[in-house]
């Protein structure tokens, strides 16, 4: 699994993916979802009573409102310059996290969590089946008799749907701190047999059309796949919502939200 190059530019990364009191305004969609998943978290936070661990944890975006109001959590992360901006983030905030560079894959910390999340379509840089059950055996070695796993990934159902044009589309648009508009385009193909579906965006402003390209993939995890893969890990899946609000899941969702307890 090789770092994303979504996220070896936090400042950038911040702007497109701002917390819930970012540069979104109130009514934005997006805004309200990103609002909606920080709440989500922090009510998990409050309920799993010990320590927390978050996986694919970026610049802090949930890590530090959870350490915010008083829970004990680990960020991991495999990007180095997102931990650094992270850990910047935390000290002018005034909170104590312990940052950890590491993947998700080959976990080894000491103690064990009453929680392990893994927010935000972390999962889906998992590009293959293998990778996947890694990454759950670790969590799984890493919680507590009874301890939760929780993470949200897309429902491919609507996913592909949404990102299946090799023409180029538009995402979404923010402002710099500056005021410069930027405005970002994508193209995507998807491969059925590795179920991987590669993104390219192109990020551009008005006076500097395509001046950043990334070019990343993820994978499609199907319902089926997840709740067999959770239960092989040792996992019972208590719920799967359809999204943060907490409705129940069904086809046309745009979200697989997952909570699960350890077996055994």
Request: aromatic residues 8%.
């Amino acid at each position: 699994m090789d770092e994303c190059p979504l996220y070896t530019e936090p400042e950038l990364y911040d702007l497109l993916f701002p917390n819930a009191l970012g540069a979104l305004s109130a009514g934005d969609e997006r805004a309200q979802r990103l609002g909606a998943s920080e709440r989500f978290y922090l009510e998990a936070a409050r309920e799993a009573e010990g320590r927390v661990l978050e996986l694919g944890c970026g610049s802090g975006r949930l890590t530090i409102p959870i350490a915010l109001q008083g829970g004990e959590i680990v960020g991991l992360d495999l990007s180095q310059a997102m931990l650094d901006a992270a850990r910047a983030k935390a000290s002018v905030a005034g909170v104590e996290v312990q940052w950890v560079v590491g993947d998700m894959r080959r976990l080894d910390l000491p103690g064990q969590f009453s929680a392990i999340f893994i927010p935000g379509n972390s999962l889906l840089h998992l590009l293959s089946g293998e990778d996947l059950e890694r990454c759950l055996a670790c969590s799984r070695r890493h919680l507590l008799p009874g301890g939760r796993l929780v993470f949200d990934v897309s429902n491919p159902e609507v996913w592909l749907r949404k990102h299946g044009s090799a023409e180029r589309s538009p995402v979404l648009r923010v402002t710099d701190a500056q005021g410069g508009k930027i405005s970002v385009e994508e193209t995507a193909t998807y491969d059925a047999r590795t179920q991987i579906l590669r993104l390219v965006w192109y990020l551009s402003k008005p006076e500097a059309p395509d001046f950043r390209v990334v070019d990343y993939q993820l994978r499609a995890i199907f319902p089926q796949e997840l709740s067999g893969r959770l239960e092989a890990a040792g996992f019972r899946l208590e719920i799967c919502y359809g999204e943060f609000s907490r409705e129940p899941f069904k086809s046309s969702s745009p979200r697989q939200v997952c909570i699960c307890s350890r077996l055994g």
